[in-house]
Nanobody, 124 residues
Framework: QVQLIESGGGLVQAGGSLRLSCAAS????????MGWFRQAPGKEREFVAV????????TYADSVKGRFTISRDNAKNSAYLQMNNLKPEDTAVYYC?????????????????WGKGTLVTVSS
């Protein structure tokens, strides 16, 4: 059983930056691909970014490409999401998810383990 805890959310002005962290425990972190997802009020949870087991491959949603960077540190059992040039439409609860497959880590319906989320609010 893997436990995930997100942190780093908060209120930021448009154009600003935040770095989200996802700390994992209870499992072998490097066995899981890690995904970041977000859910805005009244909307479905959507894919943001994914990283493979050793950080060699990353994929981003078109809406965040060039602004967000996903990374991981297996020695610290953690994944990160650096978010730059934030926009009001980035406002959402951000979740990290773990899945043994890279494909599964891109799909919110396939994620094995979820964190409880961290709120990001971007003001205009």
């Amino acid at each position: 059983q893997v436990q995930l805890i997100e942190s780093g959310g908060g209120l930021v002005q448009a154009g600003g930056s935040l770095r989200l962290s996802c700390a994992a425990s209870g499992g072998t972190f490097r066995q899981y691909a890690m995904g970041w997802f977000r859910q805005a009020p009244g909307k479905e949870r959507e894919f943001v970014a994914v990283i493979d087991w050793y950080g060699g491959s990353t994929t981003y949603a078109d809406s965040v490409k060039g602004r967000f960077t996903i990374s991981r540190d297996n020695a610290k059992n953690s994944a990160y999401l650096q978010m730059n040039n934030l926009k009001p439409e980035d406002t959402a609860v951000y979740y990290c998810g773990a899945d043994r497959t890279l494909w599964g880590a891109k799909d919110s319906s396939d994620i094995d383990y979820w964190g409880k989320g961290t709120l990001v609010t971007v003001s205009s």
